[in-house]
């Protein structure tokens, strides 16, 4: 199924293809402090429709994952493994996604924090 989503302002917005079936709160610094739920799909299925230079990119301790954020409205839709080649995923907001009821929603507790 594809659906839409995009930051509060709208000048981030993104396409994603995928069978969204759960997704997975992090209880890491950066993810518990946004209350993201996440929903990881393969990287390519992620499709970025606006951007131009209010994309803003943030990482911390080893920089493996890249948190993603509008610069005009400070919302995260999604983040990125920063690994190039190989198998790499994004992470979509579901909060930013039009559409989907997140309470309705399984949610995987992940120990972000003990990583």
């Known amino acids: ?6 930051c ?3 000048k981030v917005a993104f396409e994603v293809e995928g069978e969204l079936e759960g997704v997975v709160r992090c209880n890491c610094s950066i993810c518990a402090r ?3 739920l996440l ?3 393969p990287h390519d299925k992620l499709t970025l ?3 131009g230079d209010d994309l803003g990119r943030y990482t911390f301790g080893e920089t493996k994952i890249a948190h993603r954020f509008c610069r005009t409205c400070g919302i995260h839709p999604f983040a990125e493994d920063t690994s190039e080649g190989g198998e790499r995923s994004a ?3 579901i909060n930013c996604v039009i559409g ?3 309470s309705t929603l399984s949610i995987f507790e992940f120990d972000g ?3």
């Open 1 to 6: 199924m594809l659906y839409k989503g995009s």
């Open 8 to 10: 509060h302002c709208g």
């Open 34 to 36: 946004k209350g993201a």
């Open 39 to 41: 929903w990881a799909v």
């Open 49 to 51: 429709v606006a951007w």
């Open 91 to 93: 992470y979509i907001n």
């Open 100 to 102: 989907p009821d997140p």
């Open 113 to 115: 924090r003990a990583v």
